[in-house]
């Protein structure tokens, strides 16, 4: 499967503080996106990182892409309780028509 | 309209009752895409729609499982004889002709949260 996987499943910190979550998947990429979910709502595309490219800003989000290692990892500096939802890669499925998912990181930021 | 809309948003049904969930997506977007959500679970593919063809229907879980889209527009996932495990927040997302997968990015609607009792 060419499924991305997100670690850590949960995170807790405070707010101000950095929150790092790690992504890694199995086959060639075209590219890589970030999405977030708020409890109860769809998803929310954050940020899209081709393969060619090894670092992307977007406002307070940075994010990585190794893909020697097959990996990506989310920045999101000076944390807000806002920024609390739970954050998904994915990637182009076998397929090309879909995107797979992984289960998510589950981040908390408390007040 | 503004965003891919879907219901109902709610749904509670009985085992073995048929249900039908409406996604309406982005006006203009021709790409359609059914995904599941188990509770605390990442988001299982189901089908995809480019027009009113689905070429990817591989996601389906079993046969009780149909979607169809008209006009290029609105779609319908119908699930027959629904099970305890079919309990599950069914998205629909949407992209634009020039987006897509390459270019990103997926819209997606609210989910409708379907209950079997």
């Known amino acids: 499967s060419q499924q991305g996987e997100e670690d850590p499943q949960a995170l807790s910190i405070q707010e101000g503080e950095n929150a790092t979550m790690n992504c890694s998947y199995k086959?060639?990429?075209?590219?890589l996106q970030w999405y977030r979910q708020n409890s109860g709502r769809g998803l929310v595309h954050l940020i899209l990182?081709?393969?060619?490219?090894r670092e992307k800003h977007s406002g307070r989000l940075r994010v990585t892409l190794d893909t020697s290692k097959k990996s990506s990892s989310l920045l999101i500096t000076a944390s807000r309780a806002a920024d609390t939802a739970s954050y998904f890669c994915a990637t182009v499925s076998n397929s090309g028509y879909a995107l797979n998912f992984g289960k998510g990181t589950s981040l908390l930021v408390t007040p | 309209g503004a965003g891919v809309s879907q219901s109902p948003s709610n749904k509670v049904t009985e085992k073995g009752k048929d249900v039908e969930l409406r996604c309406d997506p982005i006006?203009?977007?021709?790409?359609l895409y059914w995904y599941r959500q188990s509770l605390g679970q990442g988001l299982e593919f189901l089908i995809y729609f480019q027009g009113n063809s689905a070429p990817d229907k591989s996601g389906l879980p079993s046969d009780r499982f149909s979607a169809e889209r008209t006009g290029g527009s609105v779609s319908t996932l119908t699930i027959q004889r629904t099970q305890q495990e079919d309990s599950a927040v069914y998205l629909c997302a949407s992209s634009s002709p020039s987006g897509g997968l390459n270019t990103g990015e997926l819209f997606f609607g609210e989910g409708s949260r379907l209950t079997v009792l």
């Open positions: 006006s203009g977007h021709t790409a």
């Open positions: 990182i081709r393969s060619n490219e």
């Open positions: 086959t060639s990429i075209n590219n």
